[in-house]
Structures are given as structure tokens and as C-alpha cells.
């Protein structure tokens, strides 16, 4: 399986990495939308972990273009913020499949991670 992390703390990017090549997963961290969008020139991810409020670009720009261009990627959402904790992060992102906080235990992001991208369309 191969997983797009796009996060815009380096920090927090290297542990979830770690923890999700720990369990034999292939992943590639980037910090910002310039850096996300090139990665998804290339084949397609089977899941994408990507952080709603990028300080470097617009998630929703990343998660469109992943859409576009790979539609059976699936996106996890991550944030340390309020927004869209209604749900309705789901009518705004048509690949988003979870929506989690920042704080989230990195054996539960990798249990969503294992789910999400094994059971991709």
C-alpha cells in the first residue's frame, strides 16, 4: 500500500510515517500543496493523509486534484481545528472517507490507514 501524507508539520509528518512504514506501509511525507500536487503527477496513492488547514496551499485544492486525477484515491482528513465538525467536510470532498484530529493515537490513524486504503474501490 502506498499513503500520501500531506502535513504541514514536518514534525508530526515523521511520526506517522514512522509508525505507518513500521506496519509495512510505504508512505511518502510532504509539508504543502506545491509538493502534493507534483507527487500526484506520479502513480496514484491508495490513500492520502492531508492536513485541512496547509500552511503552505489549500487542502481542498490537493484533495481536488487528487480526485481528478486519481478518483479511487481516498482521503483521510486531519485537523487541530473546529472546522467542519459538523460532518460536512463529506459534501465538500468527494474522496474525503475520514475526518480525525491532529492528536489522533498513530495505531488508530494506522488502523484507518489499513482499512481505508485496502478497501479503495
Not at 496514484?44 to 481542498?60: E, K, N, Q, T, Y
Not at 470532498?93 to 488502523?111: E, I, Q
Request: proline share 6%; with cysteine.
Amino acid at each position: 500500500m502506498q499513503v500520501l501524507i500531506v502535513e504541514s508539520n514536518p514534525d508530526l509528518a515523521r511520526i506517522w510515517q514512522c509508525h505507518l512504514e513500521g506496519q509495512g506501509i510505504s508512505v511518502t511525507a510532504v509539508t504543502g500543496q506545491e509538493e502534493a500536487i507534483a507527487r500526484l503527477h506520479g502513480p496514484a496513492p491508495d490513500l492520502i493523509v492531508l492536513d485541512l488547514v496547509l500552511r503552505g496551499g489549500s487542502a481542498f485544492a490537493v484533495a481536488d486534484y487528487a480526485h481528478f486525477r486519481h478518483p479511487e484515491t481516498r482521503v483521510i482528513f486531519t485537523t487541530n481545528t473546529s472546522f467542519f465538525s459538523d460532518g460536512s467536510i463529506f459534501q465538500h470532498a468527494a474522496n474525503a472517507c475520514a475526518f480525525v484530529p491532529k492528536r489522533v493515537d498513530p495505531d488508530d490513524l494506522t488502523a484507518l490507514v489499513e482499512h481505508y486504503g485496502q478497501t479503495a474501490p
